[in-house]
């Protein structure tokens, strides 16, 4: 048996994801370099995916950052405030996307970061990968990913179906937030056999994981040196972070405490380290099965 025989992935079925939605093969982001930012729900993906949106407009990068939640505060801290979504402002014209300007649907945050929050369908009513598909398509008609250096989707909590993983038919690598205990390894795990997956059909692979609001990050490198996967970040659990959130401002907007621009430096070193990573060798962790994630991690 191969080391791979006992990875817990759908071979073949990368998928076309799921049946509610399919992607048109044509409308591809070409240019950029695209990251997905996924993890557990409430781990911090949207705090992350806004600070490193930053720290790659400091960088000289032209940024676009679209959020894939219908709670639409992906890029709250970049903007200052919520912006509505773009399946809200489609139903407003009734699905007429040629009556829109990119000023209905586009808004620039720090640093001229330009700014997008897809949204979703409402609870159970559909694929949120259709919302996806429609985003694209807008920024292609009005040739907004021309001028774009790179592009951070920000994904709905640790949802593998086919809908959320919609991004990853654009992305070149998927990063995951995590934290140093096990629901949020767990969380990690499922999403690396996911992305996995895709990358049978599709240019995605895997960057690495940010081990996010940890005081410590033993934990998840043991799940990494089992695994083949690799840490790349540590944001250490510190209150600027939560002050930057209420003061809805990214950290490169806060004053300079020590905290602070330890953060900051954390995060343009992730950017350049992401960077770096497309064009790097390709990643090929093993997931665990269940079992062997609880006996690695798991409780006496």
Known sequence: MSPRDDVPLLKGLDGEGSV???QDPAVRIEGAKVFSVY??????KSTTSSNLSAAFAMLGKRVLQIGCDPKHDSTFTLTGRLQ???IDILKEVDFHAEELRPEDFVTEG???VMCIEAGGPPAGTGCGGYVVGQTVKLLKQHHLLEDTDVVIFDVLGDVVCGGFAAPLQHADRAVIVTAND??????????IAAVQAKSSN?????AGCVANR????????????????????HMPDIDAIRRSRLKKKTLFEMPDDPDILLARTE????AETLLASVDGPELLPVPLPDRDIFELLGFD
């Not at 096990?182 to 990690?188: P, R, V």
């Not at 940890?214 to 840490?231: A, I, K, L, N």
Request: aromatic share 12%.
């Open 202 to 206: 599709y240019r995605v692979r895997l």
């Open 267 to 270: 995060y343009l070193r992730l």
């Open 20 to 22: 509610q939605v399919h």
């Open 84 to 86: 509505p979504t773009v």
């Open 182 to 191: 096990f629901d949020s390894i767990y969380a990690m795990n499922r999403i």
């Open 110 to 112: 720090f640093g001229g």
């Open 39 to 44: 993890g557990k729900g409430g781990i911090g």
């Open 214 to 233: 940890s005081r410590e990050t033993d934990e998840v490198d043991r799940y990494c040196e089992r695994t083949g996967f690799r840490r790349i970040a």
